[in-house]
């Protein structure tokens, strides 16, 4: 069965760090993947997807970047983090163009102090 | 513009009692439409998926529902558990690319 991972599941960090949040999928090839951001009260927010190797969409400019190393391996990124980088960030994949079979990361919290 | 709407943006009920949660949409070209349950702090769950051509769909005490020609689709929850409090997100799919618009979700809380 195709799964997804997302890790850690919560993360404080100071102002300024460093950050590098994972998600990889099992059972599938060639996923496409997707970063999205969900802000209390507000929707989801793709931030960036990617069909392949080494490609990578962004959807909205930010303090972040995305890559993947691998097929089935997506890498959220930032080299100093804001205090507004603060949120509740998901990790997705799906397989096609109709996008039928989307399915969610189970999530990381991430505050910035 | 490509647009999802939920409503009512929060509900609360007595366990046991029925609800119907509402969506509405101006996505075009129209792909599919699907319900999410998304418990506090986790990842959102797929409910039901349906297509252009799918009126109803059912995952156990969740029915959703779908007319695509006035664009609207509802979710309807029976014999609501004190387990159905959580997010209700409805994400309607365009037919090409990495097109998915969200709605903003229905926060469903059900009390004993």
């Known amino acids: 069965s195709q799964t997804i991972h997302q890790w850690p599941a919560t993360l404080v960090q100071p102002v300024g760090s460093p950050l590098s949040l994972e998600c990889t999928v099992e059972?599938?090839?060639?996923?496409?993947l997707y970063w999205y951001r969900q802000a209390a009260g507000r929707g989801l927010q793709l931030l960036f997807y990617?069909?392949?190797?080494?490609?990578i969409s962004s959807e909205v400019p930010q303090n972040l970047s995305a890559s993947r190393p691998q097929d089935r391996q997506f890498i959220l990124s930032s080299k100093k983090l804001l205090l507004s980088d603060s949120g509740f960030y998901l990790c997705?994949?799906?397989?096609?163009?109709?996008?039928?079979?989307?399915?969610f990361g189970s999530g990381t919290r991430l505050t910035v102090v | 513009k490509n647009q999802v709407e939920q409503s009512p943006q929060s509900l609360i009920i007595l366990e046991g009692k029925n609800c119907t949660l509402q969506?509405?949409?101006?996505?075009?070209?129209?792909?599919?439409l699907r319900w999410y349950k998304q418990d506090t702090g986790r990842g959102p769950v797929s409910l039901t998926i349906?297509?252009?051509?799918?009126n109803t769909k059912s995952n156990g005490r969740y029915t959703a529902t779908l007319d695509a020609d006035t664009k609207q689709s509802s979710l309807h929850i029976t014999a609501s558990q004190l387990s159905d409090s959580a997010s209700y997100i409805c994400?309607?799919?365009?037919?090409?690319?990495?097109?998915?618009?969200f709605g903003k979700g229905t926060t469903l809380s059900v009390s004993s």
């Open positions: 990617s069909v392949g190797i080494g490609q």
């Open positions: 349906m297509t252009f051509s799918e």
């Open positions: 059972g599938t090839s060639n996923p496409n």
């Open positions: 994400v309607v799919s365009r037919q090409a690319g990495t097109a998915l618009i």
């Open positions: 997705a994949f799906d397989r096609g163009v109709t996008n039928y079979g989307y399915t």
């Open positions: 969506c509405n949409y101006t996505v075009s070209p129209f792909s599919n």
